[in-house]
């Protein structure tokens, strides 16, 4: 009985997530230039003018370029951090912890409005590069996070072994480190990268419409009306999200990421 419960319970809770993602996918295979659900005819048309118009492939380039670039940015910051933080054990270790999970904590608006003040006074406001930096600062969390739990997965022991047997610290990082930690190198840079194509406030606040990003687009394209090709936006980021994190439950070690000893 209480298994059956349970089942009813998480069928219920994933029909109320997969609900909108029927409704937004029924929408943008409307034949009718109209977001109906459900659907007046069927027709693929929207994808095809999201795949063919430039008003639409251009924020596409943008967000990719911006998601790939900061993603690895905020993995470059992270990665010698949170090593740092759990190779030496130094007394302010929780301090400089908080420190990289600030951004991530505080309201977006705030860190928003902050970037803005920078980038305007240094002169760089619209700078694609601007919101590459803003964002790689703002989800360096993601990849803290996991990057923290991969090394604490990891016992001292290990790399005491490896520097009795004459490895130096760069040896041990580069032959023992890194391939143990590479499956939550992988994981973080995903989360950055899915949460950075989706991510508006700071891309509109530091680059305005200077850089269109996709999710930018949308909005304005909601000042002169619904059109079908939104919710095939909304289609193709779902499903770029799922095979991200498919790929991450496949080579990230995703029981491990979970806390799974």
């Not at 118009?53 to 010698?80: E, F, G, Q, R, Y």
């Not at 200077?210 to 687009?217: A, F, Q, R, W």
């Amino acid at each position: 009985m209480n298994r059956t419960i349970t089942n009813l319970g998480m069928g219920l809770v994933f029909s109320f997530l997969i609900a909108p993602l029927i409704v937004v996918g029924g929408v943008s295979l409307n034949a009718q230039k109209r977001l109906l659900f459900p659907p007046e005819g069927l027709s693929l048309r929207w994808y095809g003018e999201l795949l063919t118009d430039l008003a639409w492939l251009v924020p596409v380039k943008n967000s990719l370029i911006i998601a790939s670039c900061s993603a690895l940015l905020a993995l470059l910051i992270a990665l010698p951090l949170a090593y740092f933080l759990w190779r030496y054990r130094v007394f302010y270790a929780k301090a400089l912890f908080t420190l990289g999970v600030a951004p991530f904590v505080l309201p977006p608006v705030i860190t928003a409005l902050g970037f803005l003040i920078f980038w305007v006074t240094l002169g760089f406001y619209g700078h694609m590069s601007a919101v590459v930096i803003s964002h790689g600062i703002f989800f360096v969390t993601l990849p803290l996070v996991t990057l923290s739990l991969g090394f604490e997965s990891m016992g001292d022991d290990i790399v005491e072994a490896a520097r009795s047997m004459g490895a130096d610290e760069r040896m041990v990082f580069r032959s023992v480190v890194l391939p143990l930690v590479r499956p939550y190198m992988i994981s973080g840079y995903a989360f950055a990268f899915v949460l950075s194509l989706n991510e508006y406030i700071i891309a509109y606040m530091v680059a305005g419409f200077t850089v269109e990003t996709l999710p930018i687009k949308i909005f304005n394209s909601l000042r002169y009306g619904y059109t079908p090709v939104m919710a095939s936006v909304a289609v193709m980021f779902a499903l770029l999200a799922a095979v991200v994190f498919a790929l991450v439950a496949r080579f990230g070690d995703l029981p491990k990421l979970l806390g799974k000893v």
